[in-house]
């Protein structure tokens, strides 16, 4: 959640940030002794944080001549990243997108093995979004390690292979994300029937849980084995028999909810939606 230490943790890698206790290395040394740091770790932290006047050629340039990069190395990630027609154009007429690419052209400049982004998709319309998503994939691909903060449950689904959930500056979960999800939710079964109630009553009767979520719909927690041989045997008939997964939404909002920073109140909440159906 907001404010749970993403940014700064992220600070603190870098040397931004300075611990209170502990310390962070990155290849077994702080990022201050490193003595090319950009061809050890490349990172995206702010995609404002640029001079404005500058070319993103120049801004390129710059930086790889602080760390002895090769300037054709500067062409090979405007080439990369797409920028190589607006190379030439100042940084501070780029587009939120534009900027993004050119933050992540200069994280690859020292071709790195580790590469910190801090929410690269804030702010990107969908194919920005996409773009960053499969380079991401691409580079870790590659061998690299991708360090990504974010908060986009839907993005982190679809672009993560592990997991670590934070909040107020301790570790809620970790590892790969299916693992994640499965220790915080559990997994549904819907069930569609024309005799739903008769349904419900003979699961009952075997204690079994099941809840009406819809004409003639079922939802429980046992499986579609149990469900479907129970309704074969009694002379059921079953119109839908679905295993609903758990989302990595749904996980985050049940490991981050003591955690959050700001917490609406559920009857202030059906208050508001009761207001804007009778409005």
Same mark, same amino acid.
């Given at each position: 959640?907001n *404010?749970?230490?993403?940014?700064?943790t992220?600070?603190?890698?870098?040397?931004? #940030?300075?611990?209170?206790?502990g =310390?962070v290395?990155?290849n077994?040394r702080?990022?201050?002794?490193?003595? &090319?740091?950009?061809?050890?770790?490349?990172?995206?932290?702010?995609?404002? !944080?640029?001079h404005g006047?500058?070319s993103?050629?120049n801004?390129?340039?710059?930086?790889?001549?602080?760390?002895?990069?090769?300037? =054709?190395r /500067? #062409?090979e990630?405007?080439?990369?990243? *797409?920028?190589?027609? /607006?190379a030439?154009?100042r940084v501070?007429?780029?587009s939120l997108g534009?900027?993004?690419?050119? !933050?992540?052209?200069? %994280?690859?400049? *020292?071709?790195p093995? /580790?590469l910190?982004?801090?929410?690269?998709?804030?702010?990107? $319309?969908?194919?920005?979004v996409?773009?960053?998503?499969?380079?991401?994939?691409?580079?870790? *691909?590659?061998?690299?390690t991708?360090?990504?903060?974010s908060?986009?449950?839907?993005?982190? &689904?679809? @672009?993560?292979?592990?997991?670590?959930?934070?909040?107020r500056?301790?570790?809620?979960?970790? !590892?790969?994300?299916? $693992?994640?999800?499965?220790?915080a939710?559990t #997994?549904?079964?819907? /069930?569609?029937?024309p005799?739903? @109630?008769q349904? &419900?009553?003979?699961?009952?009767s075997?204690?079994?849980a099941?809840r009406?979520?819809?004409?003639?719909?079922l939802?429980? @927690?046992d @499986?579609?084995?149990?469900?479907g041989?129970l %309704?074969?045997q009694?002379?059921?008939v079953?119109?839908?028999?679905?295993?609903?997964?758990?989302?990595?939404?749904?996980?985050?909002?049940?490991?981050t909810? $003591?955690?959050?920073?700001?917490?609406?109140d559920?009857a202030?909440? #059906?208050?508001?939606?009761?207001?804007?159906?009778? &409005?």
């Open positions: 959640p *404010g749970a230490g993403k940014s700064t992220m600070r603190m890698i870098m040397g931004l #940030d300075k611990p209170t206790s =310390k290395t990155i077994g702080p990022y201050r002794q490193l003595s &090319a740091p950009l061809c050890e770790v490349g990172a995206l932290l702010d995609a404002k !944080g640029l006047s500058r993103a050629r801004h390129l340039r710059q930086l790889a001549a602080s760390n002895g990069i090769p300037a =054709k /500067v #062409d990630v405007l080439e990369i990243t *797409g920028l190589t027609s /607006v030439k154009k501070k007429g780029f534009m900027g993004q690419r050119l !933050g992540i052209a200069a %994280a690859l400049l *020292g071709d093995g /580790v910190l982004f801090d929410e690269p998709v804030n702010g990107l $319309d969908p194919e920005g996409k773009w960053v998503r499969e380079t991401c994939r691409r580079l870790a *691909g590659e061998g690299r991708v360090f990504i903060s908060h986009l449950m839907s993005e982190m &689904a679809q @672009t993560a292979d592990q997991l670590l959930v934070i909040g500056g301790r570790i809620l979960s970790s !590892g790969p994300v299916d $693992d994640v999800i499965a220790s939710t #997994d549904r079964v819907r /069930v569609a029937s005799q739903a @109630t349904l &419900a009553e003979l699961m009952a075997r204690k079994l099941a009406p979520v819809g004409p003639s719909v939802e429980t @927690t @499986t579609t084995a149990t469900i041989e %309704a074969a009694a002379g059921i079953l119109h839908e028999l679905t295993t609903i997964r758990a989302s990595l939404e749904e996980a985050y909002l049940t490991l909810s $003591d955690s959050v920073e700001y917490r609406t559920p202030h909440q #059906d208050a508001l939606q009761h207001h804007g159906q009778a &409005a």
